[in-house]
């Protein structure tokens, strides 16, 4: 009888520990691949970075650069790119390579 409870114990610790998690992670994953729309900005699990140009059933039409388009699996798709409010005075500034600032102390 012990040995049947601890062994009921040790699947729920499984179930909870393991198996919720993964069906949650799933759950979200479809219906971020679900909600995909025309214009939006992804990046694929390959690190590409493009806008969706078209959808169809299963695969993505994405624009990667002007004039450059490429298909790919609908399940390719990694995230998407929340679009943000963007202030060009709150944007870091890019600097070329070598370039310091003035904060910046040369050696």
Do not use: C, H, W
């Not at 949650?24 to 995909?36: C, D, G, I, T, V």
């Not at 078209?54 to 650069?65: G, N, P, T």
């Amino acid at each position: 009888m012990n040995n049947i409870v601890l062994l009921l114990v040790f699947f729920a610790l499984i179930y909870f520990m393991m198996i919720r998690p993964q069906q949650k992670q799933q759950k979200k994953r479809r219906e971020m691949l679900n909600s995909l729309r025309k214009g939006d900005q992804i990046i694929t699990i390959g690190g590409i970075q493009g806008t969706i140009k078209a959808l169809r059933e299963d695969r993505v039409v994405l624009e990667i650069a002007k004039g450059v388009d490429i298909t790919i699996l609908k399940t390719a798709v990694g995230q998407v790119i929340e679009e943000e409010n963007t202030n060009e005075d709150n944007e870091p500034e890019v600097l070329p390579e070598g370039e310091v600032t003035g904060d910046e102390e040369e050696n």
